[in-house]
C-alpha cells in the first residue's frame, strides 16, 4: 500500500489549496478515504472522510463549509479542497487508508496559512 500526499504550501489567510492523495497498491474503489491533519504539539485529528463510492462525506465541525473532500476512483486519488483558509489550519496534512483494521498513512504534505 502507498500513500502519496501533494499540494501543500504557504498560502495567505482567506486562500485556497487543493491537496490531492495518490493510491496504489490496494483495490482503491472498494475503501473509504480520509485527510487527517496534525498541527506541531496537537494531536493527529480528523479532517473529512469520504465513502468508497463518495457518496457520503463527513467533515469536522473546524472545516465544515470550508473544506470539500472528494475522490477520482479512475485516478486512484482521493482530494481535499481547502477554501477560506484560516490560520488555525496551518499543519501536516495526511491521508489514510483503512484496510484489515490496519491503517496505511502517506508522508503528508504541509500547509501553512500565514501573511
Known amino acids: 500500500v502507498q500513500l502519496v500526499e501533494s499540494g501543500g504550501g504557504l498560502v495567505q489567510p482567506g486562500g485556497s489549496l487543493r491537496l490531492s492523495c495518490v493510491a496504489s497498491g490496494f483495490t482503491f474503489s472498494n475503501y473509504a478515504m480520509n485527510w487527517y491533519r496534525q498541527a506541531p504539539g496537537k494531536e493527529r485529528e480528523l479532517v473529512a472522510s469520504i465513502t468508497s463510492n463518495g457518496g457520503s462525506t463527513f467533515y469536522a465541525d473546524s472545516v465544515k463549509g470550508r473544506f470539500t473532500i472528494s475522490r477520482d476512483n479512475a485516478k486512484n486519488t482521493v482530494y481535499l479542497q481547502m477554501d477560506s483558509l484560516k490560520p488555525e489550519d496551518t499543519a501536516q496534512y495526511y491521508c489514510?487508508?483503512?484496510?484489515?483494521?490496519?491503517?496505511?498513512w502517506g508522508q503528508g504534505t504541509q500547509v501553512i496559512v500565514s501573511s
Open positions: 489514510r487508508a483503512r484496510l484489515n483494521w490496519i491503517n496505511h
